[in-house]
Protein backbone atom coordinates (compact mmCIF):
# COMPACT_ATOMS: atom_id res chain seq x y z
CA UNK A 1 0.00 0.00 0.00
CA UNK A 2 1.43 3.09 -0.96
CA UNK A 3 -0.91 6.03 -0.92
CA UNK A 4 0.37 9.51 -0.67
CA UNK A 5 -0.69 11.11 2.59
CA UNK A 6 0.10 15.04 3.11
CA UNK A 7 2.97 15.65 4.67
CA UNK A 8 2.54 18.54 7.73
CA UNK A 9 4.26 21.44 6.57
CA UNK A 10 6.93 22.09 9.59
CA UNK A 11 7.68 19.03 11.47
CA UNK A 12 9.76 21.33 14.23
CA UNK A 13 7.17 23.99 14.67
CA UNK A 14 3.45 23.65 15.47
CA UNK A 15 1.23 26.63 14.14
CA UNK A 16 -2.74 26.36 14.85
CA UNK A 17 -5.39 28.74 16.34
CA UNK A 18 -9.19 28.44 17.10
CA UNK A 19 -11.75 30.43 17.71
CA UNK A 20 -13.57 29.03 21.33
CA UNK A 21 -17.14 28.38 21.13
CA UNK A 22 -19.00 30.91 23.27
CA UNK A 23 -21.38 27.78 24.71
CA UNK A 24 -17.74 27.19 26.57
CA UNK A 25 -18.15 30.32 28.41
CA UNK A 26 -16.95 29.66 32.01
CA UNK A 27 -14.49 26.63 31.45
CA UNK A 28 -10.94 26.31 32.19
CA UNK A 29 -8.57 26.86 29.21
CA UNK A 30 -7.26 23.46 29.65
CA UNK A 31 -10.22 22.16 28.84
CA UNK A 32 -11.35 24.20 25.84
CA UNK A 33 -7.98 23.74 24.39
CA UNK A 34 -8.70 19.91 24.80
CA UNK A 35 -11.28 20.07 22.72
CA UNK A 36 -10.09 22.21 20.29
CA UNK A 37 -7.07 20.43 19.61
CA UNK A 38 -7.49 17.08 20.10
CA UNK A 39 -4.36 15.89 18.32
CA UNK A 40 -2.38 16.77 21.17
CA UNK A 41 -2.61 15.51 24.92
CA UNK A 42 -4.24 17.84 27.58
CA UNK A 43 -0.55 17.24 29.11
CA UNK A 44 1.13 18.92 26.42
CA UNK A 45 -1.19 21.47 26.03
CA UNK A 46 -0.97 22.35 29.84
CA UNK A 47 2.74 22.31 29.10
CA UNK A 48 2.52 24.84 26.19
CA UNK A 49 -0.51 27.26 28.19
CA UNK A 50 2.61 27.40 31.27
CA UNK A 51 5.22 27.97 28.69
CA UNK A 52 3.19 30.92 26.77
CA UNK A 53 3.56 28.96 23.40
CA UNK A 54 -0.55 28.52 23.52
CA UNK A 55 -2.47 32.01 24.02
CA UNK A 56 -5.37 33.10 24.40
CA UNK A 57 -6.48 36.42 22.29
CA UNK A 58 -1.98 36.65 22.06
CA UNK A 59 -1.89 36.70 25.97
CA UNK A 60 -0.46 34.22 28.22
CA UNK A 61 -2.45 32.75 30.99
CA UNK A 62 -2.74 30.02 33.41
CA UNK A 63 -4.26 26.54 32.21
CA UNK A 64 -6.92 26.85 35.21
CA UNK A 65 -8.17 30.48 33.05
CA UNK A 66 -11.48 30.59 33.31
CA UNK A 67 -12.68 31.51 29.43
CA UNK A 68 -15.91 33.79 28.36
CA UNK A 69 -16.01 32.48 24.58
CA UNK A 70 -15.27 33.92 21.51
CA UNK A 71 -11.56 34.48 22.04
CA UNK A 72 -8.81 33.20 19.71
CA UNK A 73 -6.38 30.23 21.09
CA UNK A 74 -3.08 30.29 19.09
CA UNK A 75 -0.29 27.83 19.31
CA UNK A 76 2.98 28.55 18.54
CA UNK A 77 5.71 25.60 19.81
CA UNK A 78 8.89 24.55 19.19
CA UNK A 79 9.08 21.35 19.78
CA UNK A 80 12.48 20.23 21.33
CA UNK A 81 13.92 16.93 21.33
CA UNK A 82 12.77 14.44 23.76
CA UNK A 83 15.52 13.00 25.01
CA UNK A 84 19.58 12.82 24.25
CA UNK A 85 19.93 9.16 22.18
CA UNK A 86 21.87 8.81 19.49
CA UNK A 87 21.27 8.26 15.97
CA UNK A 88 22.63 5.09 14.22
CA UNK A 89 22.26 4.10 10.61
CA UNK A 90 20.76 0.64 11.57
CA UNK A 91 18.76 -1.11 8.82
CA UNK A 92 14.90 -1.28 9.57
CA UNK A 93 12.43 -3.91 7.42
CA UNK A 94 10.09 -1.33 7.01
CA UNK A 95 6.20 -2.76 5.58
CA UNK A 96 4.53 0.74 5.48
CA UNK A 97 5.71 4.60 5.65
CA UNK A 98 4.11 7.75 4.98
CA UNK A 99 4.59 11.13 6.53
CA UNK A 100 2.66 10.35 9.68
CA UNK A 101 3.20 6.63 10.40
CA UNK A 102 5.93 3.84 9.78
CA UNK A 103 5.15 0.22 10.41
CA UNK A 104 8.22 -2.34 10.61
CA UNK A 105 9.02 -5.62 10.66
CA UNK A 106 11.21 -6.33 13.74
CA UNK A 107 13.94 -9.16 13.78
CA UNK A 108 14.83 -11.20 16.98
CA UNK A 109 17.66 -9.84 19.15
CA UNK A 110 16.71 -6.12 18.49
CA UNK A 111 15.78 -4.20 21.39
CA UNK A 112 12.94 -1.45 20.73
CA UNK A 113 14.05 1.20 23.88
CA UNK A 114 17.51 2.06 24.79
CA UNK A 115 17.67 0.77 28.63
CA UNK A 116 20.35 -0.16 31.02
CA UNK A 117 22.42 -2.56 29.49
CA UNK A 118 21.30 -1.29 26.07
CA UNK A 119 22.22 2.05 25.46
CA UNK A 120 22.11 1.85 22.57
CA UNK A 121 22.16 -0.34 18.61
CA UNK A 122 17.85 -0.54 19.41
CA UNK A 123 15.43 0.29 16.97
CA UNK A 124 14.77 3.56 18.46
CA UNK A 125 18.16 4.73 17.16
CA UNK A 126 17.64 3.26 13.85
CA UNK A 127 14.35 5.30 13.83
CA UNK A 128 16.44 8.60 14.52
CA UNK A 129 18.52 7.83 11.73
CA UNK A 130 16.03 6.86 9.34
CA UNK A 131 13.35 9.83 10.11
CA UNK A 132 15.24 12.48 12.50
CA UNK A 133 12.05 14.41 12.70
CA UNK A 134 11.00 11.90 15.56
CA UNK A 135 13.34 13.13 18.28
CA UNK A 136 10.51 15.60 18.98
CA UNK A 137 8.40 12.62 19.41
CA UNK A 138 7.55 11.05 23.24
CA UNK A 139 10.35 7.63 22.41
CA UNK A 140 10.92 8.93 18.91
CA UNK A 141 7.04 7.82 18.20
CA UNK A 142 7.31 3.92 19.81
CA UNK A 143 3.97 3.59 21.43
CA UNK A 144 4.33 -0.43 21.82
CA UNK A 145 6.96 -2.49 21.98
CA UNK A 146 7.83 -5.89 21.44
CA UNK A 147 10.23 -7.87 23.62
CA UNK A 148 14.04 -8.04 22.33
CA UNK A 149 12.99 -11.53 20.79
CA UNK A 150 9.52 -10.85 19.54
CA UNK A 151 9.45 -10.90 15.81
CA UNK A 152 7.25 -8.64 13.53
CA UNK A 153 4.93 -5.82 13.29
CA UNK A 154 5.34 -2.75 15.17
CA UNK A 155 4.01 0.74 14.55
CA UNK A 156 5.63 4.21 14.49
CA UNK A 157 4.32 7.58 15.28
CA UNK A 158 6.47 10.20 13.24
CA UNK A 159 4.68 12.80 14.44
CA UNK A 160 3.11 14.35 17.59
CA UNK A 161 -0.30 14.41 16.59
CA UNK A 162 0.09 10.77 14.93
CA UNK A 163 1.74 9.95 18.26
CA UNK A 164 -1.29 11.31 20.44
CA UNK A 165 -3.87 9.44 18.34
CA UNK A 166 -2.07 6.46 18.10
CA UNK A 167 -1.63 6.70 21.67
CA UNK A 168 -5.97 7.17 22.42
CA UNK A 169 -6.23 3.85 19.68
CA UNK A 170 -3.93 1.78 22.17
CA UNK A 171 -6.06 2.91 25.46
CA UNK A 172 -9.37 2.59 23.52
CA UNK A 173 -8.52 -1.03 22.54
CA UNK A 174 -8.97 -0.38 19.28
CA UNK A 175 -5.56 -1.52 17.51
CA UNK A 176 -6.01 -5.30 16.49
CA UNK A 177 -2.71 -7.08 17.18
CA UNK A 178 -2.49 -10.78 16.54
CA UNK A 179 0.45 -13.48 17.42
CA UNK A 180 1.47 -16.70 16.59
CA UNK A 181 3.54 -18.73 19.16
CA UNK A 182 4.40 -22.41 19.53
CA UNK A 183 3.65 -23.49 23.35
CA UNK A 184 4.60 -26.69 24.76
CA UNK A 185 1.60 -29.03 25.67
CA UNK A 186 -1.26 -30.11 23.78
CA UNK A 187 -3.78 -27.57 23.84
CA UNK A 188 -7.56 -29.35 23.31
CA UNK A 189 -9.08 -26.31 22.41
CA UNK A 190 -8.54 -22.18 22.31
CA UNK A 191 -9.75 -19.89 25.03
CA UNK A 192 -9.02 -16.83 27.01
CA UNK A 193 -6.79 -15.84 29.84
CA UNK A 194 -8.36 -12.64 32.23
CA UNK A 195 -5.95 -12.25 34.59
CA UNK A 196 -3.84 -9.40 36.32
CA UNK A 197 -0.58 -8.89 35.68
CA UNK A 198 2.12 -7.15 37.95
CA UNK A 199 5.97 -6.59 38.54
CA UNK A 200 6.85 -10.18 39.77
CA UNK A 201 7.58 -9.44 44.01
CA UNK A 202 10.67 -10.96 43.88
CA UNK A 203 12.12 -10.71 40.33
CA UNK A 204 11.74 -7.15 39.38
CA UNK A 205 12.79 -7.92 36.11
CA UNK A 206 9.92 -10.34 35.75
CA UNK A 207 6.06 -10.06 35.49
CA UNK A 208 3.71 -12.34 37.04
CA UNK A 209 0.00 -12.76 37.66
CA UNK A 210 -0.67 -11.08 40.95
CA UNK A 211 -4.02 -10.08 42.08
CA UNK A 212 -3.22 -6.19 42.63
CA UNK A 213 -2.29 -6.21 38.94
CA UNK A 214 -3.02 -4.27 35.50
CA UNK A 215 -6.52 -6.34 34.08
CA UNK A 216 -4.81 -8.46 31.39
CA UNK A 217 -6.24 -10.27 28.58
CA UNK A 218 -5.31 -12.74 25.85
CA UNK A 219 -7.32 -14.61 23.79
CA UNK A 220 -6.25 -17.73 22.08
CA UNK A 221 -6.50 -20.25 19.27
CA UNK A 222 -5.33 -23.70 18.14
CA UNK A 223 -4.46 -23.58 14.78
CA UNK A 224 -2.42 -26.68 15.11
CA UNK A 225 -1.65 -29.92 17.17
CA UNK A 226 1.60 -31.94 17.46
CA UNK A 227 2.74 -34.45 19.68
CA UNK A 228 3.98 -32.31 22.41
CA UNK A 229 3.05 -28.56 21.32
CA UNK A 230 0.31 -26.70 19.94
CA UNK A 231 0.72 -23.93 17.37
CA UNK A 232 -1.84 -20.99 18.48
CA UNK A 233 -2.81 -17.81 17.24
CA UNK A 234 -3.02 -15.18 19.99
CA UNK A 235 -5.08 -11.67 20.20
CA UNK A 236 -4.15 -9.15 22.29
CA UNK A 237 -7.44 -7.40 24.16
CA UNK A 238 -4.92 -5.61 26.68
CA UNK A 239 -0.81 -4.59 26.52
CA UNK A 240 1.14 -5.28 29.19
CA UNK A 241 4.63 -6.28 29.28
CA UNK A 242 5.70 -9.67 28.73
CA UNK A 243 1.45 -10.31 28.22
CA UNK A 244 1.47 -13.55 26.43
CA UNK A 245 4.26 -15.25 27.75
CA UNK A 246 2.67 -14.26 31.08
CA UNK A 247 -0.21 -15.71 30.76
CA UNK A 248 1.09 -18.49 28.92
CA UNK A 249 2.85 -19.56 31.00
CA UNK A 250 0.16 -19.20 33.82
CA UNK A 251 -2.41 -21.37 32.03
CA UNK A 252 0.70 -24.33 31.62
CA UNK A 253 1.30 -23.87 27.94
CA UNK A 254 4.98 -21.76 28.13
CA UNK A 255 6.20 -21.09 24.82
CA UNK A 256 8.84 -22.92 23.67
CA UNK A 257 12.28 -21.20 24.08
CA UNK A 258 11.15 -18.79 26.67
CA UNK A 259 13.68 -18.94 29.64
CA UNK A 260 12.34 -16.25 31.55
CA UNK A 261 9.31 -17.84 31.97
CA UNK A 262 8.52 -21.56 30.82
CA UNK A 263 10.82 -23.05 33.27
CA UNK A 264 12.12 -26.37 32.81
CA UNK A 265 13.22 -27.42 29.05
CA UNK A 266 10.34 -30.37 28.83
CA UNK A 267 10.34 -33.10 25.79
CA UNK A 268 7.58 -35.35 25.92
CA UNK A 269 8.34 -39.95 25.47
CA UNK A 270 9.77 -40.12 21.92
CA UNK A 271 10.63 -37.29 21.08
CA UNK A 272 13.34 -38.15 18.29
CA UNK A 273 16.64 -36.73 18.37
CA UNK A 274 16.15 -34.15 15.17
CA UNK A 275 13.49 -32.50 17.11
CA UNK A 276 14.94 -32.55 20.47
CA UNK A 277 18.24 -30.68 18.85
CA UNK A 278 15.65 -28.25 17.02
CA UNK A 279 13.65 -27.36 20.38
CA UNK A 280 16.96 -27.17 22.77
CA UNK A 281 18.67 -24.92 20.25
CA UNK A 282 15.61 -22.34 19.25
CA UNK A 283 17.26 -19.77 20.46
CA UNK A 284 14.37 -17.28 21.72
CA UNK A 285 11.15 -17.36 22.58
CA UNK A 286 8.81 -18.76 19.43
CA UNK A 287 6.55 -15.73 19.47
CA UNK A 288 5.52 -13.13 16.41
CA UNK A 289 3.12 -10.32 15.86
CA UNK A 290 1.83 -11.21 12.73
CA UNK A 291 -0.98 -8.91 12.23
CA UNK A 292 -1.32 -5.12 13.06
CA UNK A 293 -4.53 -2.70 12.41
CA UNK A 294 -5.56 0.68 13.37
CA UNK A 295 -7.45 3.38 12.14
CA UNK A 296 -4.63 5.76 10.10
CA UNK A 297 -3.91 9.13 12.43
CA UNK A 298 -4.46 11.18 8.87
CA UNK A 299 -7.01 9.97 6.56
CA UNK A 300 -9.46 8.22 9.39
CA UNK A 301 -9.08 4.99 7.14
CA UNK A 302 -8.59 1.47 8.65
CA UNK A 303 -5.30 -0.20 7.52
CA UNK A 304 -4.13 -3.28 8.06
CA UNK A 305 -0.51 -5.42 7.85
CA UNK A 306 0.19 -9.06 7.78
CA UNK A 307 3.90 -10.31 8.31
CA UNK A 308 5.36 -14.11 7.42
CA UNK A 309 6.01 -16.21 10.72
CA UNK A 310 10.23 -15.68 10.44
CA UNK A 311 12.50 -18.59 9.14
CA UNK A 312 13.32 -19.96 12.83
CA UNK A 313 9.93 -20.68 13.55
CA UNK A 314 9.10 -22.11 9.92
CA UNK A 315 12.33 -24.99 10.57
CA UNK A 316 10.50 -25.66 14.00
CA UNK A 317 6.97 -25.46 12.66
CA UNK A 318 8.40 -28.48 9.96
CA UNK A 319 10.30 -29.85 12.48
CA UNK A 320 7.31 -30.68 14.68
CA UNK A 321 5.32 -31.66 11.71
CA UNK A 322 7.80 -34.63 11.02
CA UNK A 323 7.37 -36.05 13.99
Same mark, same amino acid.
Given at each position: ?5 PA ?5 R ?16 DQ ?6 P ?10 I ?7 N?E ?5 Q???G ?13 G?W ?9 ? &? ?6 V??KP ?7 A???R???V ?12 S ?8 R ?6 G ?12 D ?10 Q ?15 F???PI??H ?6 M ?6 K?A ?9 F???? &??R?K ?10 V ?9 V ?5 G ?10 Q ?19 G ?9 I ?10 Q ?8 E
Open positions: MNQSIPSDQSIEMSASVPHEDCGRRLVASVLFEFSRSRLQQWKEGQLRVGQQVPRKLLGEILTIDAALKPEDLAQNIPLDIV &YEDEHILINANFVVHPAGNDGTLNALLHHCPQVEVPRAGIVHLDKDTTLMVVAKTLQAHTLVAQLQARTVREYEAVVSGVMTGGGVDQGRAKQRTKAVISSGERTHYRVLERAGHT &YVLLETGRTHQIRHMAHIRYPIGDDAYGRFRIHKGTSVLRDSLSQFGRQALHARELLIHPATGEASWTSELPEDMTLLAALAA
